[in-house]
């Protein structure tokens, strides 16, 4: 069974974070993920980023993810 911190360290292979969470119960996933690799994308963009860093894990091994995908100053900006 995956854990989160599989799926955060999937993710770090691929994908530079200014920031990273990962958190889930074996079955259901969810992460907050701040990229620069994000700007100037659409929602749909950035999710998509993600799921070709993950790539065949999203067949396999992570059955539902639900993602939070921010540029940094977006991410710094919903933290007040």
Do not use: N
């Amino acid at each position: 069974m995956v854990t989160p911190q599989q799926i955060r360290a999937y993710i770090l292979e691929g994908l530079t974070c200014e920031f990273l969470e990962v958190d889930g119960d074996g079955q259901h996933f969810e992460a907050v993920i701040a990229s620069t690799a994000f700007e100037g994308k659409s929602r749909v963009q950035r999710h998509q980023i993600v799921y070709g860093v993950l790539g065949e894990r999203m067949r396999e091994e992570i059955h539902a993810l639900s993602m939070k995908t921010l540029t940094p100053d977006e991410w710094k900006a919903s933290r007040g």
